[in-house]
C-alpha cells in the first residue's frame, strides 16, 4: 500500500510539472515500451516525455526525491535488454522529444538533442552539403543520436572515422540529482584534459540521461563508388577487409553471408521501396548519366548478385572528385584480388541511395522472429572463433532444427584493430506489440504471424546465451551493452573499484538504469 500511495504521488508531481501531454500511464503505451526487439520485462510505472532540457532536469529531480529508478529509452530498436527493468517500478523516460538540431557553421560543430533520429539528423545537413563523421546505424531511421552515443554503434561513416563515441564532442548529461554536466571543457577540442565525454558513451544510460550531443561537422564528398566482391571463405573474407582497414579507404563497409544476402539483405518491400531507391540511386549519384548507368548495372545482376558466393565484402568509397574515388577504388581491388571475385554493386548501391531502411529487418524474411548477437575480436581470433562455431552449429544441429532455429552472419572491421562478428538469430514465434506497432499493417499483411511458443522462445534464450558465452571465451568486446553483455565482471579488480567509485558519485542510490552494464 506505502508504496502504491508513492507511485501516484510521483506521477502527480510529473503531471503537475511537465503538464498532463508528457506522461503517459495509458496501459497499451506502457505493453509497448516493456518490449524490445527481442524479448520484455515488467512495465514502468510510467512514461516521461520531457520536450526540453529544463522538463527533463525537473523529472529527475521529482523521480530522486522519491528514490524511483529512471530507465532511458531512445528509438526503441534495442535488442539486448538496455531499455527493460527486470524489477518494474521504474520511471521510463522517453527522450524522442529532446529533438533540435543547431548548426554552428563558424565552428564546424552540430548540436542535437538526444532524441534526434540520425536520419533527421542527415535531412537537415544535406542541403548544407555537410556531414558528421560517423552518420549513423543501418536503423537511424528509428535510432537516435543520444541512444547510439550511450550504446556504441557502427555503420555509416565507421570506415574512416569510427564508430559513434569517436563522433562526439561533448555531451550534456542530466545527472541522478537532476543538474546538468557539459563534458566539455572546451568548444574547440574534446581532448582537454581527462576525457570527461568518453566516461559517458557506452555507458547505457547508467551514468545519467543523456540531453544533447554535441558532434563535429565535416564537408560531404560528392563523388563515391560501391564496390562488392565473392569471397569463397571467411578466412578470404577477413584478409581482404582487415588489408583495406588499415588504410582505411572506404567510408563504410559491411559484409554478409549467403544465408543473409538472400534473405534480410536481398528482400525488398514490394515496389514501392524499389522506387524509392531507384530516386535514391539518381539523386546521390554524381550525375544523371552516372545513376542511370548504375541501374541497368543493377537491373541486369537481378538477384544472382545475391547468390554470388559465401561470403560477400561490400565497400562504400567516398571523394571529393571521381579521380580519387577512382584511386581508392583501384586500391580496394588490388587489395581484394587475391581473395575474392568482383561482383555486381547492387546491395552497397541499395545501401548508399537507401541508408535508413525500415525496420523490416526486425523480423525474418518469412515473419520469423529476430534477434542478432554479436563480438568484436582481435585478429589473431577470428579464424580460431569461425572454427568453433562452426562447430557449435554442426553439435545443436538436431536441436535448431526442433526448434526451427537458423542462424546468418554479418562482418565488419571494427577500425583497424578489431574484426566484428555478429550472428543474427531466427526461429518462429509471435510477435509483440513492439513489432505490431513499429511495422506497418499492410506489411505484416504479407508475411506469415506464428503462434507463441514458450517452448521456442526458451530455446532461442539457451541458444544465444550459449554464443554470447562462445565470444566471451575468445575474449570478444561487445557494443549495446545493455542487459545482456558481459561488462563489469570483465575488469580486473582495480577497474571494478574505478566504474564503481564513478557510479557512486554520480549516482549515489544507484536510480539510473540500475542493473545495466553489470552494475546492481
Known sequence: MVRIVVINAVIHSLTSALGPASVVTEDAALELVRHDVFTSAAAPICIVRPHDIAALQQAVKICAAAHVPMVPRGGGASYTDGYLFPRGGHVLFDLAGLDFIEVDHVNAQVRVGSGTTWANLKATLDPLGLRTPFWGPFSGIAATVGGSISQNTISHGSGRHGISAQSVLGIEVVLADGELLNTAASKATRFFGPDLTGLFT??????????????????????????????PTLQDYHALVSKASLEQLDDSHFGVDLALSQGQIGKQAGISAKI?????????????????????????????????????????????????????????????????????????????AMPFAPLYNILGPKGERWVPIHGILTHDRVSAFHEQFVQFLSDRWEFMEANGIWVGTMFSSVGATGFLYEVAIYWPDARTAFHDTVLDADYLSNIPAYPPSDEKRSAVHRFKQELIDLLRLNDAAFFQIGRAYPYFDRLDPTARALVLATKAALDPHNLMNPTALGLD
Open 202 to 231: 557506452g555507458d547505457c544510460g547508467a551514468f545519467g540521461l543523456k540531453a544533447a550531443v554535441t558532434l563535429p561537422l565535416l564537408k560531404a564528398q560528392p563523388a563515391f563508388e560501391a564496390i562488392s566482391f565473392a569471397c
Open 276 to 352: 524509392g531507391i531507384a530516386r535514391g540511386i539518381i539523386r546521390t549519384a554524381p550525375s544523371l548519366y552516372a545513376g542511370l548507368k548504375q541501374l541497368l548495372r543493377m537491373a541486369a545482376a537481378g538477384e544472382d548478385a545475391l547468390r554470388a558466393a559465401n561470403y560477400m565484402a561490400h565497400f562504400i568509397v567516398e571523394g571529393t572528385d571521381s579521380s580519387e574515388v577512382a584511386a581508392k577504388a583501384a586500391r580496394i581491388r588490388q587489395i581484394a584480388a587475391p581473395h575474392s571475385t568482383e561482383i555486381a554493386n547492387t546491395t552497397p548501391a541499395f545501401v548508399r
